[in-house]
């Protein structure tokens, strides 16, 4: 900062809430993500040191906030299927010949989908956008494969510490 120049800037306080140790953020998701991996302090010392185990982290963490994310997003719309919209989602993934033979209604949570039982044996999926389940696999895996990155980084930093400054 140029000399004089700290008399002209102004602090604001910020609200009690808001008030927040360096390296959190306010995602409660991000925070014990973070803490069940042991991704403490030790993560914000890697993000302010710019480490590639510290970006791989990141990576790992939006992939399975994203993964919850759709998910959850696959759940609603099983959520709001009552008998008659069950029927619905029948009749709009099988066409009116296959929907006329259901029987019975089945919701699965792996993969996330609702099953409509055929009379003579057999089943179709619907109720759930076919995006959601796919989504959900790829970015699983990818939070898994990041993650593991991360933790080899880590391992690797914590043998060798002057490596942690390279980028």
């Not at 185990?53 to 992939?63: E, F, I, S, Y």
């Not at 399975?64 to 696959?74: D, I, K, M, R, S």
């Not at 055929?118 to 959601?132: F, H, N, R, T």
Request: glycine share 12%; net charge positive; with cysteine.
């Amino acid at each position: 900062m140029a000399q004089g120049t700290e008399d002209r800037l102004v602090r604001i306080p910020r609200a009690g809430a808001f008030d927040r140790p360096a390296g959190t953020t306010c995602t409660s998701g991000y925070v014990a993500t973070r803490r069940a991996c042991g991704w403490g302090r030790a993560g914000a010392r890697a993000v302010r040191a710019g480490t590639v185990w510290g970006q791989w982290r990141d990576v790992a963490l939006v992939c399975v906030c994203g993964a919850l994310a759709f998910y959850l997003w696959g759940c609603l719309h099983l959520l709001f299927l009552d008998d008659t919209r069950q029927f619905e989602a029948c009749l709009e993934a099988g066409g009116p010949q296959r929907a006329a033979r259901v029987d019975a209604f089945e919701g699965d949570f792996v993969p996330l989908r609702l099953l409509c039982r055929i009379d003579e044996g057999g089943s179709y999926s619907a109720g759930v956008p076919g995006y959601v389940n796919t989504l959900v696999a790829v970015l699983a895996i990818g939070a898994v494969v990041t993650g593991a990155l991360a933790t080899a980084e880590r391992t690797q930093l914590e043998k060798n510490p002057a490596k942690g400054n390279e980028r």
